[in-house]
């Protein structure tokens, strides 16, 4: 699988401060990345380095497998982007500032225009004044200026940031969208998990500067199912009553006689009264509370992600 972003120590300083401490990610094709991490954690300075807005104090970007600082010019006309809340002329309808932005960046495409508003499902809007837009609706024109030089890789700085519960639903279906149907390589930056855990295939956790963790969502998930412990004189003899009288195939078994179930929460109760009545000793039932908000919040010390 070809690694579209990848960074090697990667850092910028400002002054005394490291505001990115080298950093290593890898984003490969196809995926939506979720880079996430608290305000001020250093995304958006990782984001600009990315986008080649700002210099690198030292370290390496490769895009597309080329090195960034050889190869800006062409590396970038690859890659579409929105860094924080896209400007418009509010006085212009959509297709009036997407005709602006495509003559600055020499696009001459027939239809490129048509084609994004109705990518972004803006294809209905285009009478309204941008002025009169919904925050959600700058956001999604934000995105179709982004696609009308059909990149390969989009980099989207909170795209969520300040949406209501509808509009941040909408950005989630357009992103999917963009990945499933367009095959667009996505980073979206986040500093908050529950907006962008349903979207991303892999995650990238920085704090202070520095990436903490980096790994597929579905790991996460794994680590940090809900689960019922029970600690029994007789595992193996356990294992089977559990499949037998329930079901119950979703568990692991691990020493000293603990059963991790994964299915069938809330229902201890009966599991414990079924293991018994078979001569089970049952010393200790738990049910885990972890969830991922409080991995993340026990991986950056305390607070919280948002």
Known sequence: ???????????????????????????????????????????????????????????????????????????????????????????????????????????????????????????????????????????????????????????????????DPIGIKEMRRLIKTLAEERKITLLISSHILSEIEQLVDHLGIIHEGKLLEETEFDNLRKKNRKFLEFQVSNDDKASMILEKHFQIFDYEVHGDGIIRIFSHIGQQGAI?????????????ILMSEDRLEDYFTKLVGGGTIG
């Open 272 to 284: 414990n009264k079924l293991l018994v009545q078979n001569d089970i000793e049952v010393l200790k």
């Open 1 to 163: 699988m070809q690694e579209i972003i990848k960074t090697t120590n990667l850092t910028k300083v400002y002054g005394k401060q490291k505001s990115v401490d080298n950093l290593n990610i890898t984003v490969n094709e196809g995926d939506i990345y979720g880079f996430l991490g608290r305000n001020g954690a250093g995304k958006t300075t990782t984001i600009r380095m990315l986008l080649g807005l700002i210099k690198p104090t030292h370290g390496k970007i490769e895009i597309f497998g080329e090195d960034l600082h050889a190869n800006k010019k062409d590396i970038l006309k690859r890659i579409g982007s929105i860094v924080e809340v896209p400007g418009f002329y509010g006085n212009l309808t959509a297709k009036e500032n997407l005709e602006i932005n495509a003559r600055i960046v020499g696009i001459h495409k027939k239809n490129a225009i048509e084609e994004a508003l109705e990518i972004v499902g803006l294809e209905n809007e285009t009478k309204k004044l941008v002025g009169k837009y919904s925050l959600g609706m700058k956001q999604r024109l934000g995105i179709a200026r982004s696609l009308l030089h059909y990149p390969e890789l989009l980099i989207l700085d909170e795209p969520t940031n300040g949406l």
